[in-house]
Each structure stands twice: as structure tokens, then as C-alpha cells.
């Protein structure tokens, strides 16, 4: 498997811009999870799903952001508009229901809003 | 809800012994997992505990005391490659989708 995939890698965008990353889970993993990271804030958990089901969104900073899981290849999550504040590292990552439930991470993608 | 904590910062030396700890309040326990992030790079699963004990996995070893709380990492015969951020994450029972809330991580460096 080619583990979690997410794209763009990097993004610079200006202010006021919508912004949309992608993310692919692992293939037969039912959870999905995006994560914010800052040196200042850490690893936040922004949203996650379950069976393509948003089961807690209480990470979501503001009505700025939202995410979308419509089948259970692929999840969006988008900013608009985005604003200098957003900037950070965005992390998907899935996990099986079975076993231990540890979280397969993708790479990453680095936000820039200038 | 969860509250995690462990050390901000530690050095060690290479070749050396060096233990990480986490403490965590939580309403609910149903397993605790450590993850290694190197800098610039996603995190990665490197192991498990839901049941009191040691559990051992090559130089790196994990232990919990559910009564107590607490959890360490201990990495042993370092290597200048274990250089990196140390996150614990707890599980609680009321989640059925893995859903894990993580610690600050703890940076450690490892020195020649």
C-alpha cells in the first residue's frame, strides 16, 4: 500500500484565497483525521470521520473551515477564505477499527498564506 | 476530556539510556500509543500500551501504570538518527474510531 496520500505538498496562497487539501486513506481503513500543526499550538486534531460520517468537528477553529469525506478513498478539507493564521503543517492520517487503532500519518501538506 | 504532559525539551548522549515520561488525566483509558517525528516529517507509530507492564520492542521499550497515570518511553543505545519529537497520545474508551488526543511531544537531541 502506498500509505496516506495527501496533496498539494506545499501550498503558498494570499490572503482571501480559498484553499483545498486532498487526502487518500489507506485502503480499508475506516477512520480519518486531519490535523493542524504549529510550533506554537502542537498537534491539533481539527475533524474526524468514521465510515465517511464527521463524528466530531469540535477541532474546526471557525466556519472558515470545513471538511468533506464523500466516499471512503478520499476527504477535502478547505479554508476560505484563508487567512495569514492558517499558516501551518495540515496532516491526514487513517486508522482500522480493528486492533490497536494506531493512526497511519500522511506527509503532510505546508500551508503558507501570505 | 484528556490532559497530556510530558518534558518540552531533553539531551542525551549517544550510545546512552534516556526515558521520556508522560502523565495523563483522563475520564475514560482505552490505550496509549507513542509516535516519533522526525523534523519535517509526519509522525510514526512506534508503540502501544493498554495493559499495565513493559512492552518491549528492539532498543525502544514502552511501560504504563494505568492506576497511576503514567507512561514512559525508554530508548536505549541511542543513535544520532532518534533525534526527533516524541508525541504520547491517549485513547479514550468512549471513541470507536481510534480518535487519540496527543501531548506537546517531548524534543529530544541526541549529542556525540
Known amino acids: 500500500d502506498a500509505g496516506v496520500i495527501q496533496s498539494p505538498r506545499h501550498e503558498v496562497t494570499e490572503m482571501g484565497q480559498e484553499v483545498t487539501l486532498r487526502c487518500k486513506p489507506i485502503?480499508?481503513?475506516?477512520?480519518l483525521f486531519w490535523y493542524r500543526q504549529t510550533m506554537m499550538r502542537g498537534l491539533e486534531l481539527l475533524i474526524y470521520?468514521?465510515?465517511?460520517?464527521?463524528?466530531?468537528d469540535s477541532g474546526m477553529p471557525e466556519d472558515r473551515f470545513s471538511a468533506k469525506m464523500p466516499n471512503a478513498s478520499f476527504s477535502t478539507l478547505k479554508i476560505q477564505p484563508s487567512e495569514p493564521r492558517d499558516s501551518a503543517v495540515y496532516f491526514c492520517?487513517?486508522?482500522?477499527?480493528?486492533?490497536?487503532?494506531?493512526?497511519?500519518f500522511g506527509p503532510g501538506t505546508r500551508l503558507t498564506v501570505l | 476530556g484528556q490532559n497530556i504532559d510530558q518534558p518540552t525539551e531533553m539531551t542525551a548522549t549517544e550510545g546512552a539510556i534516556v526515558q521520556i515520561n508522560c502523565t495523563y488525566q483522563?475520564?475514560?483509558?482505552?490505550?496509549l500509543f507513542w509516535y516519533q517525528q522526525h523534523a519535517g516529517e509526519a509522525p510514526t507509530f512506534l508503540s502501544y500500551?493498554?495493559?499495565?507492564g513493559l512492552e518491549e520492542k528492539g532498543r525502544f521499550s514502552s511501560f504504563l501504570s494505568r492506576s497511576k497515570g503514567y507512561s514512559y518511553l525508554l530508548l536505549k543505545e541511542l543513535q544520532m538518527k532518534d533525534s526527533a519529537s516524541y508525541l504520547c497520545?491517549?485513547?479514550?474508551?468512549?471513541?470507536?474510531?481510534?480518535?487519540?488526543?496527543f501531548g506537546d511531544g517531548t524534543t529530544l537531541t541526541v549529542k556525540p
Open positions: 492520517a487513517s486508522s482500522s477499527n480493528r486492533g490497536r487503532n494506531e493512526q497511519f
Open positions: 485502503s480499508g481503513h475506516n477512520s
Open positions: 470521520f468514521n465510515n465517511n460520517v464527521p463524528i466530531d
Open positions: 483522563t475520564s475514560g483509558f482505552n490505550g
Open positions: 500500551n493498554v495493559l499495565d
Open positions: 497520545a491517549v485513547r479514550d474508551h468512549n471513541t470507536n474510531a481510534g480518535k487519540s488526543t
